[in-house]
């Protein structure tokens, strides 16, 4: 089970890597066999297969994002449960960052950039029951 804490330690570490493109913070947070998914609908720009490991997964995303200019906002959130990330680039919605912590380590990445699935994002879904 993870604590609130470590659900923000590892969130704050992945915003910051994002940032900043610093590594270490991130390495420090994943989980060995980390493993990170991408979702662009065949639309948008994605990993085309699963990456797993810590190293693999830090370098593409601290070398991704440091090359991405225009991120105008940057904001945690909860998406189906899991902590994520919310991605705006230049004032657009761009990108959910979805995260599985198990034990304060960021076990699984999932990065949707499909603009159909995006488009639910721009709305609240109001649950009842």
Do not use: C
Not at 10 to 33: H, Y
Not at 98 to 107: F, N, Q, V
């Amino acid at each position: 089970m993870t604590s609130a804490a470590e659900t923000r330690d590892a969130l704050d570490a992945f915003q910051r890597t994002v940032e900043t493109g610093e590594l270490q913070s991130l390495l420090d947070i994943l989980a060995p066999d980390v493993v990170l998914l991408g979702d662009g609908g065949g639309v948008k720009q994605a990993v085309p297969r699963p990456i797993v490991g810590a190293d693999k997964v830090a370098r593409l995303l601290a070398g991704g994002w440091g090359r991405v200019a225009g991120i105008s906002s940057l904001r945690p959130a909860q998406v189906n449960g899991y902590p994520a990330l919310i991605l705006h680039l230049d004032g657009e919605l761009d990108s959910v960052l979805a995260l599985r912590i198990d034990d304060g380590l960021i076990t699984g990445i999932y990065a949707l950039r499909n603009p159909e699935k995006l488009s639910h994002m721009e709305r609240e879904t109001i649950l009842r029951r």
